[in-house]
C-alpha cells in the first residue's frame, strides 16, 4: 500500500524537485558559486538540492533519504521573518521542545499501554492465533508509534476492527 500511494505522487515529486534545483542554478548563476555557497541558507538549499535529487532516483524514492524532502519547509522558515518569529514563540529556546518531547513519549506510553489490555487477547477465529499488533507491550508501542506517525494507521485500525 505504501509503494502503491506514493506511485502517483511521483511524478510530481520530480517536478518540484527540477523547479527546487532550477531555483538553486537560478541563484548560483547570479551570486557566483563562491558567493552562494559563502551563506550558510545557501549551503542548506544547495545541500537540499543535491539531496533531493538523488532522493527521486528510483531505488532511492522510499528511503531514509526522504527526510531531506521534509527539511525543506525548514527553508520556508527562514525565509519569513514573521514565520520564524512564530516558530521561535511555539517552541522557544528548546525547553519547551523538549517539554513537547516529553509529552508526546509519555502518551505514547500511556496509550500503548491502554491498547495493550484493550487488544492484547484478538484472535484470528480462522488460525486461532493472537493479534501481535497488541500481544506485548513493545508490539503495542510500535502499533501506536505507527498509528502516532500516521504510516499506515488504516491497516493497523482495519485488522483491530476486524477482529474486535
Given amino acids: ?8 505522487h511521483r511524478k ?13 542554478v537560478f541563484k548560483i548563476f547570479c551570486l557566483s558559486f563562491k558567493g552562494y555557497i559563502s551563506s550558510t541558507i545557501h549551503k542548506f538549499e544547495f545541500l537540499l538540492a543535491i539531496m533531493t535529487t538523488i532522493h527521486v532516483l ?3 524514492f522510499l528511503t531514509p533519504i526522504s527526510i531531506f ?8 522558515i527562514k525565509a519569513s521573518p514573521m514565520l520564524e ?8 529556546p528548546g525547553k519547551k521542545l523538549s517539554s513537547l518531547i516529553i509529552f508526546t513519549i509519555h502518551l505514547l ?8 489490555q484493550l487488544f492484547c487477547n484478538l484472535k484470528n477465529p480462522k488460525t486461532e492465533k493472537f493479534f501481535q499488533n497488541f500481544s506485548t507491550f513493545p508490539y503495542a508501542l510500535m502499533s501506536m508509534f505507527q498509528i502516532l506517525t500516521q ?7 482495519q485488522k483491530t476492527m476486524g477482529l474486535s
Fill in 109 to 116: 506510553l500511556i496509550t500503548s499501554s491502554i491498547a495493550m
Fill in 69 to 76: 524532502q521534509v527539511l525543506r519547509v525548514c527553508r520556508l
Fill in 85 to 92: 518569529d512564530f516558530v521561535y514563540k511555539i517552541f522557544g
Fill in 1 to 8: 500500500p505504501r509503494e502503491h500511494f506514493f506511485k502517483h
Fill in 151 to 157: 504510516e499506515a494507521w488504516p491497516e493497523v485500525m
Fill in 58 to 60: 528510483p531505488e532511492m
Fill in 12 to 24: 510530481l515529486e520530480i517536478g518540484f524537485v527540477i523547479f527546487y534545483n532550477l531555483e538553486a
